[in-house]
């Protein structure tokens, strides 16, 4: 499956077996019209689900007349996931965290655009406030973790 950014690999797997891939010359077109000029290969490792760890996020923001942007961030600060306002439901799931070290961040999308906004000097407008979480959120092989946020 293939979108204007990504190639997605899909296919039955099972836990703990090993699969190659092998992408064709002149296979994959960029965004840009560039076809891959070499064969592409690689392994996929699929590992057992008890080797990844879980966490819900009881997002409880002290301004409820607000729409808020959730993302998880891992160790480096690259967003692995986002939940936009509105939520399905109160608990926000991240379901499969290889363990580590993660981060939260809530920005207050006071425009309602679904992004971030960085403000305007000319037009007087003031960046969307972010909250980072306070504690960074330690995830463990076959471990569930439930947390409260009050932003």
């Given at each position: 499956m293939i979108d204007n950014k990504n190639l997605y690999l899909v296919f039955e797997n099972k836990e703990e077996e090993s699969y190659n891939y092998q992408i064709l010359p002149n296979t994959v077109i960029d965004v840009f019209g560039v076809r891959n000029t070499d064969t592409i290969a690689g392994i996929v490792k699929i590992r057992k689900n008890d080797y990844y760890g879980s966490f819900t996020l009881k997002f409880a923001p002290k301004d409820d007349s607000s729409n808020y942007i959730i993302r998880l961030l891992d160790a480096n600060d690259v967003v692995?996931?986002?939940?936009?306002?509105?939520?399905?439901?109160?608990?926000?799931?991240?379901?499969?965290?290889?363990?580590?070290?993660?981060?939260?961040?809530?920005?207050?999308?006071?425009?309602?655009?679904?992004?971030?906004?960085?403000?305007?000097?000319?037009?007087?407008?003031?960046?969307?406030?972010v909250s980072i979480y306070p504690n960074e959120i330690s995830i463990r092989s076959n471990w569930e973790l439930v947390e409260t946020w009050e932003a």
């Amino acid at each position: 499956m293939i979108d204007n950014k990504n190639l997605y690999l899909v296919f039955e797997n099972k836990e703990e077996e090993s699969y190659n891939y092998q992408i064709l010359p002149n296979t994959v077109i960029d965004v840009f019209g560039v076809r891959n000029t070499d064969t592409i290969a690689g392994i996929v490792k699929i590992r057992k689900n008890d080797y990844y760890g879980s966490f819900t996020l009881k997002f409880a923001p002290k301004d409820d007349s607000s729409n808020y942007i959730i993302r998880l961030l891992d160790a480096n600060d690259v967003v692995l996931k986002e939940y936009g306002f509105p939520f399905e439901t109160d608990d926000l799931k991240f379901d499969k965290l290889k363990p580590g070290n993660y981060k939260f961040k809530a920005i207050k999308d006071w425009n309602k655009n679904g992004k971030w906004d960085a403000g305007d000097y000319y037009q007087k407008l003031q960046p969307e406030p972010v909250s980072i979480y306070p504690n960074e959120i330690s995830i463990r092989s076959n471990w569930e973790l439930v947390e409260t946020w009050e932003a």
